[in-house]
């Protein structure tokens, strides 16, 4: 082995997961690239996740193990951070798993390409899975691009704002930490290190196996507490930073897809019966009019997209009724007609 070879530090992140976290660790021990420090955090899980965290901390030298009260993942995230002594850092989530090349693809592309951050498709698994089509392409993008294809997406190539997709040189993450106490933290994270970035690389294959609703459907409640309490601010967060940066542009587009996702999460929230969530997010919107105006100006904005917010917000049920007859007609006739 090389001496002058970068530490990767990857932290993982573990809460009541016992029957899944000997497939995260075992994937992560099978990694072709050395050298490797695996940090697992044990968030105060109250099952038999912390002794086979132990487990693997006496069996394998590489693996390093910390034992915390429960502060929720960015909190076990950021107290791996804290000791993590790599050039580069990645994170997993203790009921994924990674395939065995992934950190080896990823930190040598960044070598190869002179970028601070790797970023790979990922592949969903179990109920409710959507399925992806890689094209196992390499991209070298630059901040900016990045930054357009995170915030506008991309037909083909899409970076998800979750940190597990991700390998960071350390340098770049340099005094970042994840937002306590808060849901959808990988939202900001992920902003605040591709704005300090001067390169990416994008890798189209499906080095990350992400699992899909572990405990089935989240429960209402839950649902609007995520949404009102941590992904919407977070979202105008996003915007904002973005405008205080000096990126306006970037911060519009922020905006404009943020509310084009505000009226997924009304037609969703009428789906799950909760009205008065839809009723709260609509009078979230209509408090927003002139902005939305404003945003909705910009030359990116598609027509449909003009049309749609219009109707939602003078007639929110008519709105509602309309996309449901879109989704029920108009997605089968044309799903045939391309068959």
Same mark, same amino acid.
């Given at each position: 082995?090389?001496?002058?070879?970068?530490?990767?530090?990857?932290?993982?992140?573990?809460?009541?997961?016992? *029957?899944?976290?000997?497939?995260?660790?075992?994937?992560?021990?099978?990694?072709?690239?050395?050298?490797?420090?695996?940090?697992? !955090?044990?968030?105060?899980?109250?099952? &038999?996740?912390?002794?086979?965290?132990?487990?693997?901390?006496?069996?394998?030298? #590489?693996?390093?193990?910390?034992?915390?009260?429960?502060?929720?993942?960015?909190?076990?995230?950021?107290?791996? =951070?804290?000791?993590?002594? &790599?050039?580069?850092?990645?994170?997993? $989530?203790?009921?994924?798993?990674?395939?065995? $090349?992934?950190?080896?693809?990823?930190?040598?592309?960044?070598?190869?390409?002179?970028?601070?951050?790797?970023?790979?498709?990922?592949?969903?698994?179990?109920?409710?899975?959507?399925?992806?089509?890689?094209?196992? #392409?390499?991209?070298?993008?630059?901040?900016?691009?990045?930054?357009?294809?995170?915030?506008?997406?991309?037909? *083909?190539?899409?970076?998800?704002?979750?940190?597990?997709?991700?390998?960071?040189?350390?340098?770049?993450? &340099?005094?970042?930490?994840?937002?306590?106490? @808060?849901?959808?933290?990988?939202?900001?994270?992920?902003?605040?290190? =591709? !704005?300090?970035?001067?390169?990416? !690389?994008?890798?189209?294959?499906?080095?990350? #196996?992400?699992?899909?609703?572990?405990?089935?459907?989240?429960?209402?409640?839950?649902?609007?507490? @995520?949404?009102?309490?941590?992904?919407?601010?977070?979202?105008?967060?996003?915007?904002?930073?973005?405008?205080?940066?000096?990126?306006?542009?970037?911060?519009?587009?922020?905006?404009? *897809?943020?509310?084009?996702?505000? =009226?997924?999460?009304?037609?969703?929230?009428?789906?799950? @019966?909760?009205?008065?969530?839809?009723?709260?997010?609509?009078?979230? =919107?209509?408090?927003?009019?002139?902005?939305?105006?404003?945003?909705? *100006?910009?030359?990116?904005?598609?027509? &449909?997209?003009?049309?749609?917010?219009?109707?939602?917000?003078?007639?929110?049920?008519?709105?509602?009724?309309?996309?449901?007859?879109?989704?029920?007609?108009?997605?089968?006739? @044309?799903?045939?007609?391309?068959?």
């Amino acid at each position: 082995m090389k001496q002058n070879k970068k530490l990767i530090s990857v932290i993982v992140t573990a809460y009541n997961i016992e *029957q899944y976290l000997p497939r995260c660790m075992d994937s992560l021990l099978a990694q072709t690239y050395e050298p490797m420090e695996i940090i697992l !955090v044990d968030d105060g899980s109250d099952d &038999g996740t912390p002794e086979l965290c132990d487990k693997y901390g006496e069996k394998n030298a #590489n693996v390093r193990v910390i034992h915390k009260e429960n502060g929720g993942p960015s909190d076990a995230r950021n107290a791996g =951070l804290d000791i993590a002594q &790599g050039d580069f850092i990645g994170y997993v $989530d203790g009921d994924d798993w990674t395939e065995p $090349d992934m950190y080896e693809a990823m930190l040598t592309a960044c070598e190869k390409n002179g970028a601070q951050i790797a970023i790979c498709s990922y592949r969903q698994v179990g109920e409710g899975a959507e399925e992806t089509h890689p094209t196992g #392409n390499r991209l070298t993008l630059s901040r900016e691009e990045t930054l357009e294809y995170y915030i506008s997406g991309h037909a *083909q190539y899409h970076i998800y704002h979750s940190v597990w997709s991700k390998l960071f040189d350390r340098n770049v993450i &340099g005094d970042i930490r994840f937002p306590k106490g @808060r849901k959808s933290e990988d939202i900001m994270y992920t902003t605040w290190a =591709l !704005v300090r970035a001067e390169k990416c !690389v994008f890798l189209d294959t499906p080095y990350y #196996n992400y699992m899909v609703d572990r405990n089935g459907s989240i429960m209402n409640s839950k649902v609007h507490e @995520r949404r009102f309490r941590d992904e919407i601010p977070f979202w105008k967060e996003q915007a904002q930073y973005l405008r205080d940066m000096g990126m306006q542009q970037l911060a519009d587009k922020s905006e404009y *897809q943020f509310y084009r996702k505000m =009226l997924f999460y009304y037609v969703d929230f009428r789906d799950r @019966r909760m009205k008065d969530s839809g009723k709260e997010l609509m009078g979230f =919107l209509k408090k927003e009019k002139s902005e939305i105006k404003r945003i909705y *100006q910009g030359e990116y904005a598609a027509l &449909g997209d003009k049309a749609r917010m219009k109707l939602a917000l003078l007639q929110p049920g008519a709105y509602y009724c309309i996309v449901k007859i879109y989704d029920k007609l108009i997605i089968p006739l @044309r799903s045939r007609s391309k068959g």
